[in-house]
């Protein structure tokens, strides 16, 4: 009776429910599951255990089919809730080119590291469970999926290639991983090169490929527009609007009517502007400004799309599953049709148009002293672009001030409240990164012949700073109000990130507080954003301290936002691209109107949830499909310039390679087997690649100059090398080092001979003292001791040296044991670095310790962890299929005569040096 006494209804049967109150029904229902009493039971029995009411058995199965969805519960083959295993979690597969994968689990820290062969074949976007392990994969903890909940997707965008009998799709994304086989009869006529959407009907396993047939060819490969157009296919973008949609959309009118302009405040005699890009069709935000005194009045004005997308209509249903609009480089897919975007619902100049208007009272300060929201009637006067509000107040362009002249005032007045505004938020901590934007522009056919950094001025600043204003003021007031709303968050990084950047930014003389639990308020990440600034690590630093951020998103909660340092943040203007913003405006509406009462306070707790998570969702999605479009175009851009020199900057730094961004916001990358003059290895204390025998390092933020190698457009991927000038540098520099190395060993050996000899000196004169002793009874062996010291002083040097040397470099052989495996193979007591190892467990210990197999050395395979290397004999290894084996080198009889584990080394350094000559 305790568990049935929550599920609670009004008078007419609604479920009267928060979402504060189903988390605690669905803690109670867990507190249930894990009492002793319980056997597993189907959803009807439970209801039958507890008396449900038949009426409040849809929102129990709802309670149930949660928990099971967040993976808390799992339902068995007959139908029946137990709980989830100890260990057991549910989550997203990401999937790898190179095999293994990780598990991302919602609301928890960390991914959770997949090796290949523990995948059970799920592919990128499955929902799987797994099952964690004790062991970790370097700070990644380790698991093993033990079964696929629900499969991602069916359908996979790929290339199709055709044989005699059958056919087969290459997936576009690398993340899939296997060839997907079509038969003859599922081509539907598709040939070699034809982009194709392909649905999977059999998803093999370990040991078979994917079967799938074609259900609708793209295009040819080389055909204009076909690579955007696979993009869109691949990430599910909708193109065509549903017929119910456009039905809806016919029936709305062009024009504001005289009944429609009834009931709301009357802003048309206040001189309005919109400021947008010169490009931009789809304009949802307009601003006046007037000052009185001291206090600036700003309104805000945003179009009012909720007017004509009337909840659970066709339009609406078709705008929540498109989420936002996605804006392309040939091409914007709208949330909304052209006809409310780009017409009725858009402030275009000269035309009366609906709006939801935010209008704030200012002071000198900064501070929101007041506020009204309230729906308005308002018409657009001029509409202005960034460039040419630009021209007017920074250049003081004549030609612009005399066109705009009336308006000049008004542009001024801005200017001085953004600032206002701007310095105020930044005394709060607000943190302002600026990382430059791509423009891509393209000819008919769809080529890039330009790409360039987009230009920001303080025109976009302006708007930016008053659209901030009006969504921190609507989301405060709602928060107060205690009505359901969605905010947008961004919660605060995570301690060991912040741990490690403030470790790292330490070694350069700069200093990050933190808390005891090492949290850190925004303001002291700005004042770092702002101490870097010109400085020749500032793109470093940025870039680390950016990736340290969580991603925001939208949420029913309100946790504040914490790049922007505010404690209250929505969205609220721009309806006509995003969803949330349109949902808030329809709950402000209600609100006006009097109208959110119980019930559809209610409703709105019951779907927002949703909205939020979704929102999220198809957020994510559209930034994928937009950076995916521009790395396709940036690489078909490339193509024209292979074997052509630039001169960028390093902006990325892995062990597998550098990545480096040239002034046009092409991102390369330069391999680490392409670094000529020394073998390369990446340090990740200092976050730079370090030569093994120069020393030199190329760091995060160096101008490198680089020559254009190689340009992938099926995997979107730009190669660089070093230019020859830099190469001959690093070449030179190397010879130099091995030379002063070698001048080194050679005076240490000689100091040694020199303290060995003295010993030895010291030695003789006893023994001559001892020989010429007329006491002495036998004078002879003292000529025996002087002929045995005859074998030289060098001898007893060498052997020393010898011995220090070898024990020096044996130490590698810990980083195989620190990797979690042994030798299989005994070895000799003076070769601790043999040892069988088959290619599948180098392969298997290169993705555990984040290390590297280079078959590169012809007859060895070095594994590479930080200054760490080993070699393993050809004759140890062995190859699995797909795995090329490593061809196998002779030693040189001069070579055996070494001791083994000296022998390896030896045959390294000759390798290096022979590079060297070549």
């Not at 029995?45 to 808390?72: C, F, N, T």
């Not at 044989?163 to 070699?192: L, W």
């Not at 000529?676 to 290895?681: E, H, I, N, W």
Request: hydrophobic letters at 35%.
């Amino acid at each position: 009776m305790y568990y049935v006494a929550l599920f609670t209804f009004t008078k007419r049967g609604c479920l009267k429910v928060t979402r504060e109150e189903l988390d605690s029904k669905k803690q109670l229902i867990m507190e249930f599951m894990a009492s002793k009493t319980y056997r597993p039971m189907s959803v009807k029995e439970m209801a039958s255990v507890l008396m449900v009411p038949s009426k409040q058995k849809k929102d129990l199965r709802k309670v149930i089919e949660e928990l099971s969805g967040e993976g808390k519960i799992q339902i068995n083959a007959k139908g029946k809730a137990m709980l989830m295993p100890d260990g057991i979690k549910t989550g997203r597969y990401m999937g790898t080119q190179r095999g293994f994968g990780f598990v991302r689990i919602e609301g928890e820290d960390g991914d959770i590291y997949i090796p290949g062969h523990k995948s059970k074949g799920a592919i990128d976007g499955d929902t799987v469970r797994v099952a964690v392990e004790e062991k970790r994969h370097g700070k990644k903890r380790e698991g093993a999926v033990t079964a696929i909940v629900e499969r991602g997707s069916s359908v996979v965008v790929g290339t199709y290639f055709k044989s005699k009998s059958f056919g087969f799709v290459v997936a576009d994304n690398q993340k899939f991983g296997k060839d997907i086989y079509i038969a003859k009869s599922d081509s539907k006529g598709a040939v070699t090169g034809h982009k194709v959407v392909a649905e999977i009907t059999d998803y093999g396993s370990g040991d078979r490929n994917p079967e799938g047939r074609i259900i609708e060819i793209i295009g040819h490969i080389n055909d204009p527009g076909v690579d955007i157009l696979s993009i869109v296919k691949a990430y599910g973008l909708p193109e065509e609007y549903p017929e119910a949609v456009m039905q809806q959309t016919e029936g709305i009118s062009e024009s504001v009517s005289e009944e429609e302009k009834q009931g709301r405040t009357d802003y048309r005699n206040l001189q309005t502007v919109t400021i947008d890009g010169e490009d931009a069709k789809d304009l949802d935000d307009a601003i006046t400004l007037v000052k009185e005194g001291d206090i600036y009045k700003l309104g805000v004005h945003i179009a009012d799309v909720s007017h004509y997308v009337k909840e659970n209509s066709p339009l609406d249903k078709e705008a929540l599953k498109r989420g936002t609009s996605v804006y392309l480089v040939d091409r914007v897919i709208p949330m909304l049709p052209h006809k409310l975007s780009n017409g009725i619902c858009s402030l275009n100049e000269g035309t009366d148009r609906l709006a939801l208007s935010c209008i704030m009272e200012i002071n000198k300060s900064g501070e929101v002293i007041g506020h009204k929201i309230e729906e308005t009637l308002i018409n657009v006067d001029k509409r202005m672009s960034y460039t040419s509000v630009n021209k007017i107040i920074e250049l003081n362009d004549e030609e612009e001030r005399e066109k705009y002249k009336d308006f000049i005032p008004m542009f001024e007045l801005m200017y001085e409240l953004a600032d206002i505004l701007r310095t105020r938020r930044f005394k709060k901590g607000s943190i302002g990164f600026d990382f430059p934007e791509s423009k891509i522009i393209l000819n008919k056919k769809g080529k890039p012949v330009k790409i360039q950094e987009y230009e920001r001025n303080n025109a976009h600043r302006i708007i930016e700073e008053f659209m901030l204003a009006a969504n921190q003021t609507v989301a405060e007031e709602y928060f107060w109000q205690e009505l359901p709303f969605v905010f947008r968050v961004h919660e605060e990084p995570e301690s060991e990130k912040i741990l490690q950047l403030g470790i790292f930014v330490n070694s350069f003389g700069y200093i990050l507080k933190t808390g005891a639990n090492n949290e850190v308020h925004p303001k002291e990440i700005q004042k770092l954003v702002n101490n870097i600034k010109g400085k020749p690590e500032e793109a470093l630093i940025s870039r680390l301290a950016l990736r340290s951020m969580k991603q925001a998103k939208y949420s029913v909660r309100c946790e504040g936002h914490f790049g922007l340092a505010m404690k209250y943040y929505c969205h609220f203007t721009s309806p006509i691209r995003r969803y949330p913003d349109l949902q808030i405006h329809r709950i402000i509406k209600e609100n006006i109107h009097g109208r959110l009462i119980d019930n559809r306070i209610n409703h709105y707790n019951k779907i927002l949830p949703e909205v939020a998570e979704a929102a999220s969702r198809l957020e994510r999605r559209a930034d994928d499909s937009e950076r995916e479009v521009e790395k396709l175009k940036k690489a078909e851009y490339m193509e024209r310039f292979i074997g052509q020199n630039f001169d960028g900057i390093i902006s990325g730094v892995t062990s597998w390679g550098m990545y480096v961004e040239l002034p046009n916001t092409v991102e390369g990358m330069i391999r680490v087997a392409d670094m000529p003059g020394d073998y390369y290895y990446f340090d990740e204390e200092h976050y730079c690649m370090a030569g093994e025998h120069t020393g030199k390092t190329y760091k995060l933020g160096s101008q490198i100059k680089i020559t254009v190698a190689s340009v992938d457009k099926l995997s979107k991927t730009i190669n660089f090398t070093i230019a020859e000038e830099d190469a001959d540098t690093a070449k030179e520099n190397g010879k130099k080092t091995l030379k002063s190395r070698q001048k080194r060993r050679k005076l240490k050996e000689a100091k040694i001979a020199s303290e060995t000899g003295k010993a030895e000196e010291t030695g003789k004169e006893n023994i001559q003292e001892t020989s010429v002793n007329p006491e002495n009874e036998k004078p002879k062996k003292a000529s025996v001791q002087k002929k045995n010291t005859k074998t030289g002083d060098n001898i007893k040097a060498k052997k020393l040296f010898r011995k220090q040397s070898e024990k020096r470099k044996r130490k590698p052989a810990i980083a195989v044991k620190k990797m979690g495996r042994k030798p299989a193979g005994k070895a000799g007591a003076k070769n601790k670095l043999a040892g069988k190892l088959s290619f599948g467990n180098l392969a298997e210990l290169a993705g555990k310790a984040n290390i590297r197999i280079i078959p590169k050395f012809t007859g060895r395979v070095v594994i590479n962890n930080g200054r760490k290397v080993v070699f393993v004999p050809k004759t140890r290894i062995k190859t699995k299929p797909g795995i090329k084996p490593v061809q196998k080198r002779r030693i040189r009889k001069a070579d055996r005569k070494v001791p083994a584990s000296n022998r390896k080394y030896k045959g390294m350094r000759r390798l290096w040096r022979r590079k060297q000559r070549n």
